[in-house]
């Protein structure tokens, strides 16, 4: 690939008239006057000159790349929260380089070690492992969602808590007497935990005993559900539960799917709310109804919060708001 | 982030009582004695020696960075394409840049531009616009689905004609005597454009009378659908049409809905198969009956022809087969 012919700096320093210090700070961003700036720039223009980023990034140590570390690109939330985060960071004249980890220790660390080796700039994680020994405090990182054992590493996150507050208050509001609390989740603590807390929380507010499905696992995930639903279903075809807040918007999926499979009618019958504001095709519908993570804006948090040059300033901890979207699974606001 | 105290390459030379020369040479993978080569990485891991990415660019001219250009990571298809790409160069100790285009010219062309600045070594485009003029033989790339105005761009896709075919014979083996075929697409050609080819094809095969609806627009989908299923409907409430072949899964999806609320049964009045292959939540279940593209097998395509050592021979067209899967908006083979 390499171009033997290509100008050199020199070539560039010769044609504008000026020295080669001068080119090289033009290039690296050095303050030079105006008009020796704009001989420089005409130049390289003029020659074709293209910058060597290996020769730059002797100079400046620098890349201009971004590594996000996510489980996977298949899961609507993560692809979405790449999106997101490679445009935010477009716009600051950062590349993205996706690393997906399948939740594996080794690959997240192997991951994490690209900063040190000088392959990027910073680091964005979504990790399922408990790798805060392995992050040095030199390195610019922002973990979404997960919590590292150490105190220095900037955490942003959705408000959790609130998110399990609203769900449950809204259900309440929409006429639930007793709503149930699903989760299947990783065992790596997170903010994402607090969705429980909210839950839990609100029930003891309004005197309402909980029903929780709780699991650390994925595995057989229908059959956890049935047999949850089994157990609080009597013989009259009625349940314990006339509501349910799941921690994500797919396990609230699979339940309306097995509950619609045993007669049940959403929102007539069980009213349903999710976590996290999935779409369908990534932009149509909300698959149900659902506390909405504020995508976006949890992208642009990341990135503005790791590239900020106020290093020993930024925050600890950053939690976004998130909101109730109708989508189907629950009483309209009208029909209470 | 520049660690000053970090031991450097004539460090470890003095540890491993080697030149400076043989540890450039193990650095670079150039070949050595093995016991050189030993005592070199029994020093690098004794001293914790970190390769200076910049140095060794610098050399070998490499940064084992590959880009991917796709309009956006929201689509489940592209995201998809995405994983499954990260994935195949994983295993080939290449990283992914993931770029954004938004289906925009200029970030096309910009993107295009990142091999020829060093940037990365080779790319792989999804891309939407006429760029073929911006492509030097130089540069490793393969397009996907895309034609580009050379002859020289390797170009991965599904088999389309095929999939038109095999879309067109399942609703007629299915029952159907009179499929239509709907498409909102946009303008550029490209190798998507023969699943409609497929479906006249074998209309004309089985002397039916083609129905058709082909728009080189987005907007206003829900409306121009509307419009055609009325413009096929008689009083008696019934349609021209009893299967629909739809160049995409979310167009199939929408039709069903549309058609549902107009009080039709899917699939007893009308039969509807899609293409792309996309999953609820990425994994789950298939929205609608579909032609599956194989989507793991096309990234595997593009990374192993990307990389392969012999350009001169690589394929400039390369078609993988796609099939039929059933999803809800068919009716059974057993009950045909």
């Known amino acids: 690939m390499k171009n033997q012919?290509?100008?050199?700096?020199?070539?560039?320093?010769?044609?504008a008239g000026v020295s080669l210090g001068t080119v090289s700070k033009v290039i690296n961003n050095i303050p030079v006057g105006p008009s020796y700036r704009l001989k420089v720039e005409q130049a390289i223009k003029e020659l074709n000159y293209e910058v060597n980023t290996y020769a730059r990034g002797l100079k400046t140590n620098r890349t201009n790349i971004i590594a996000l570390i996510i489980p996977?690109?298949?899961?609507p939330f993560f692809s979405?929260?790449?999106?997101?985060?490679?445009a935010a960071l477009y716009q600051r004249k950062y590349k993205l380089m996706l690393c997906c980890s399948d939740g594996i220790r080794e690959k997240e660390i192997e991951y994490l070690n690209l900063c040190?080796?000088?392959?990027?700039?910073?680091?964005?994680?979504?990790?399922?492992?408990?790798?805060g020994n392995y992050v040095s405090k030199s390195i610019p990182l922002v973990?979404?969602?997960?919590?590292f054992d150490n105190n220095f590493t900037p955490m942003v996150s959705s408000d959790n808590y609130m998110g399990g507050v609203i769900a449950t208050e809204k259900l309440i509001e929409l006429g639930c007497k007793r709503p149930a609390f699903i989760r299947f989740s990783s065992s790596i603590p997170g903010e994402a935990d607090k969705r429980k807390d909210g839950y839990f929380d609100t029930c003891k507010k309004y005197n309402i005993p909980p029903i929780v499905l709780d699991k650390n696992?994925?595995?057989?995930?229908?059959?956890?559900l049935e047999d949850f639903i089994c157990e609080h279903e009597h013989s009259d075809h009625t349940l314990d539960f006339d509501g349910i807040f799941s921690n994500t918007d797919l396990h609230a999926f699979k339940a309306k799917k097995i509950l619609e499979e045993k007669g049940y009618r959403i929102p007539e019958d069980v009213q349903i709310i999710g976590?996290?504001?999935?779409?369908?095709?990534?932009?149509?519908?909300?698959?149900?109804?659902?506390?909405c993570q504020p995508i976006k804006e949890l992208a642009e948090t990341c990135v503005s919060i790791l590239l900020s040059n106020e290093q020993e300033t930024r925050p600890t901890l950053t939690l976004l708001p998130v909101k109730y979207e109708?989508?189907?699974?629950?009483?309209?606001?009208k029909e209470n």
Do not use: C, W
């Not at 973990?143 to 919590?147: A, V, Y």
């Not at 976590?275 to 506390?291: C, H, M, N």
């Open 5 to 15: 012919n290509a100008p050199t700096m020199k070539d560039v320093a010769k044609k």
């Open 72 to 75: 996977d690109n298949i899961n």
């Open 80 to 86: 979405g929260l790449a999106h997101y985060i490679e």
């Open 116 to 131: 040190s080796q000088n392959k990027v700039d910073g680091i964005i994680a979504l990790t399922y492992s408990d790798i």
């Open 143 to 147: 973990s979404f969602d997960r919590h």
């Open 217 to 224: 696992v994925f595995a057989q995930v229908d059959k956890e």
């Open 275 to 291: 976590f996290d504001g999935i779409r369908q095709f990534g932009e149509e519908e909300l698959f149900v109804s659902s506390i």
């Open 326 to 333: 109708f989508g189907g699974t629950t009483k309209r606001e």
